[in-house]
């Protein structure tokens, strides 16, 4: 079974930056598309980044194009969300994600279906 678990999160003020961190058992972690989500208070959860098995391709959510950097190390099974310039929309809980499906054909359509292994989420908050 997939565990994942995040790390990295805190509070900052706006215009700082935050490294979270993604770190999965199991095996063929290379072989899947990896995505981080966020949830904020009282609205429903969305997407913010992927990247895909290659490496190759990323996607953002339009909101933190330019200001996050989605990367991944699969020799050592994580995966990372730089994110600077932040904002206080920015503040939720994280949660890193795995695709249900190896070697997906990456699109800049990715959803929360896509993704069968969840962490448990870590918070940011961003203050004013």
């Known amino acids: 079974q997939v565990q994942l678990v995040e790390s990295g999160g805190g509070l900052v003020q706006a215009g700082d930056s935050l490294r979270l961190s993604c770190a999965g058992s199991?095996?063929?972690?290379?072989?899947?598309?990896m995505g981080w989500f966020r949830q904020a208070p009282r609205k429903d959860r969305e997407f913010v980044a992927v990247?895909?098995?290659?490496?190759?391709?990323?996607y953002y959510l339009d909101s933190v194009k330019g200001r996050f950097t989605i990367s991944r190390d699969n020799a050592g099974n994580t995966v990372s969300l730089q994110m600077n310039s932040l904002k206080p929309e920015d503040t939720a809980v994280y949660y890193c994600?795995?695709?249900?499906?190896?070697?997906?054909?990456?699109?800049?359509?990715?959803?929360?279906?896509?993704?069968?292994?969840w962490g448990q989420g870590t918070q940011v908050t961003v203050s004013s």
């Open positions: 994600a795995k695709d249900l499906i190896p070697f997906r054909t990456p699109s800049d359509d990715y959803r929360e279906t896509d993704f069968g292994s």
């Open positions: 990247i895909d098995w290659s490496a190759y391709n990323t």
């Open positions: 199991g095996r063929s972690f290379s072989d899947y598309a």
